[in-house]
């Protein structure tokens, strides 16, 4: 899929409140669009375990669906609330909120009501090799099982036929490209989860008849001069599902 007809500048300008550029990591708004209508229909419930600024939930209640969010940093859930109220003072259809909270702890801190209503499960991992959690003792837990434990924890919230849709990139440490999008494979099927599909998103548009590449993200993933190699300009889709839920 092509999501680079517009800048991500572009993408954003006067939907996401100012303080959401701060956020290493954010996804492509038109990205998260696209995703969102090709896996729910209007009124659906979209989750985002890691919400970072909330591009899940804006994009979903613009949508005209309804959006749930999890975030561990008090800072990123209090922009989300930020940008899920700039979204209603656009009149949007749908309903948005965020609890702040651990993922891998999921489904706890879910209202019980939710469990089975979740039709989409939207979220991009953190570009690290560890995941912060809220455990006594425990300030971070290796990637691999964070993102296990995360993905694992959406499976009670999934509604029949809800799927999980992650969308990750390599990042760069020491010269070196991490396959995130390997690990990400590596946590699904940890977590009991089967691999039905998987998608490239590439961020470039046709100009002039020429090829114009953008970059993935507005995260600086790592150190740009120690290698020939720029910006990435694709993500990768995981899509999942849990054998337990038809
Ligand atoms: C790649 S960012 C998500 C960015 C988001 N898609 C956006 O467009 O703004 C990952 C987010 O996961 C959050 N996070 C990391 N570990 C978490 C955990 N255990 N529980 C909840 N959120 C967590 C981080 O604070 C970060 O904001």
């Known amino acids: ?30 990205l998260a669009t696209a995703l969102i209508e090709d896996y729910t229909r209007p009124g659906d419930l979209v989750l985002d375990p890691l919400a970072g600024t909330g591009t899940t939930l804006v994009e979903a209640v613009h949508a005209g669906r309804n959006a749930l969010g999890v975030e561990i940093g008090p800072g990123w859930v209090a922009l989300v609330r930020s940008n899920l109220a700039h979204a209603r003072g656009h009149g949007v259809a749908g309903h948005g909120r965020v609890i702040r909270g651990d993922a891998t702890r999921l489904p706890a801190g879910i209202p019980i009501e939710l469990r089975g209503q979740v039709n989409l499960v939207l979220t991009a991992p953190p570009l690290a090799p560890t995941m912060p959690v809220q455990r006594a003792g425990r300030g971070r837990v290796p990637f691999v099982d964070g993102m296990a434990a995360a993905l694992a924890g959406c499976v009670p919230l999934l509604a029949p ?8 990139r390599p990042w760069r440490h020491e010269h070196h490209l991490v396959d995130q999008p390997g690990l990400v494979v590596a946590a699904a099927v940890a977590a009991g989860l089967e691999l039905i599909d998987s998608r490239r998103a590439v961020h470039a548009r046709i100009r002039d008849d020429r090829f114009v590449a953008r970059h993935a993200s507005s995260a600086v993933t790592g150190d740009r001069r120690a290698t020939p190699v720029g910006w990435l300009q694709h993500d990768d889709i995981a899509i999942l599902m849990s054998r337990d839920v038809s």
Not at 2 to 21: E, N
């Open 1 to 30: 899929m092509f999501v680079g007809r517009r800048s991500l500048a572009a993408q954003r300008r006067g939907r996401y409140v100012a303080g959401s550029a701060a956020h290493p990591a954010r996804m492509a708004p038109d």
């Open 161 to 168: 036929g809800g799927v999980i849709v992650v969308v990750s």
